[in-house]
């Protein structure tokens, strides 16, 4: 394997510049390798041979690692029945079945997709989380209506990639972890209760005995409200795009 696909991933362990906790619940951990991965998958019409599926501890997937004719390494998330052997492809014209990278337009209504992006070239942003998949609707006037994992109904440009079939390691959501130093090998530390610390380091803090949250309806360590009240911007620039919201 290509050494440049792999470089040590420097931890931030949940602290701002300043060095004060800017992301709570975060720090330790094992040390890790960030994996390359290539989004974009412009290498048209140059054919890969799948020689290995890695595990990588940064992402819920799994990766394929390719190796192209032209003598190119590169990484790409393992969709559902990718094997080692198996050749893959990029382009306009290739075939549609699994692990191909194709444009919307060329992709059958009905096709179950991943690795989807936004803006064409940019590389794939959305669909990339283990077991996801989006599928195309319908088509016309240079558009392409996809459903996504949340069941939003979203316009994309027809010149935007994405690559057939469903993200693998499915059964990652069955995993049980077993212990509490398997969770801290993760990098993820302890969460406490609002209740159970003082009033100055959380709003529902403080109180004599079992007081509980002190309020009408429970709010962030920051204050906010926590239930029903809604955080995405008001004039967002996917709006005009989104057909039907999730939920």
Same mark, same amino acid.
């Given at each position: 394997m290509d050494k440049k696909l792999k470089k040590i991933l420097k931890k931030k362990s949940g602290r701002g510049a300043n060095g004060s906790v800017s992301l709570r619940h975060h720090g330790g951990g094992s040390k890790r390798y960030l994996r390359e991965i290539d989004w974009k998958r412009d290498k048209i019409g140059i054919p890969a041979k799948v020689v290995g599926i890695e595990y990588d501890p940064n992402r819920s997937a799994s990766i394929a690692l390719l190796h192209y004719q032209n003598g190119e390494e590169h990484y790409i998330l393992a969709p559902e029945?990718?094997?080692?052997?198996?050749? +893959?492809?990029?382009?306009?014209? +290739?075939?549609?079945?699994?692990?191909? /990278?194709?444009?919307?337009?060329?992709?059958? +209504?009905?096709? /179950?997709?991943?690795?989807?992006?936004?803006?064409?070239?940019?590389?794939?942003?959305? +669909?990339? /989380?283990?077991?996801? /998949?989006?599928y195309v609707m319908a088509k016309e006037n240079g558009k392409v209506t996809v459903r996504l994992p949340s069941e939003e109904l979203r316009i994309f440009p027809e010149e935007a990639m994405a690559t057939i079939g469903q993200v693998g390691n499915i059964e990652r959501r069955s995993i049980i972890l077993g212990k509490a130093g398997r969770k801290r090998r993760m990098g993820i530390k302890p969460t406490v209760r609002g209740v159970a610390q003082n009033p100055h380091s959380h709003p529902h803090g403080g109180g004599e005995g079992r007081s509980g949250i002190g309020m009408p309806s429970p709010v962030s360590p920051w204050g906010k409200k926590t239930l029903g009240f809604k955080t995405r911007k008001h004039k967002k620039y996917s709006d005009k795009l989104i057909i039907k919201r999730r939920r």
């Open positions: 029945g990718l094997k080692i052997g198996d050749e +893959v492809n990029s382009g306009p014209q +290739v075939e549609i079945k699994i692990g191909n /990278a194709l444009p919307l337009k060329s992709i059958p +209504v009905g096709m /179950a997709i991943h690795c989807l992006e936004i803006k064409p070239k940019k590389g794939a942003q959305m +669909v990339r /989380a283990a077991g996801n /998949a989006a």
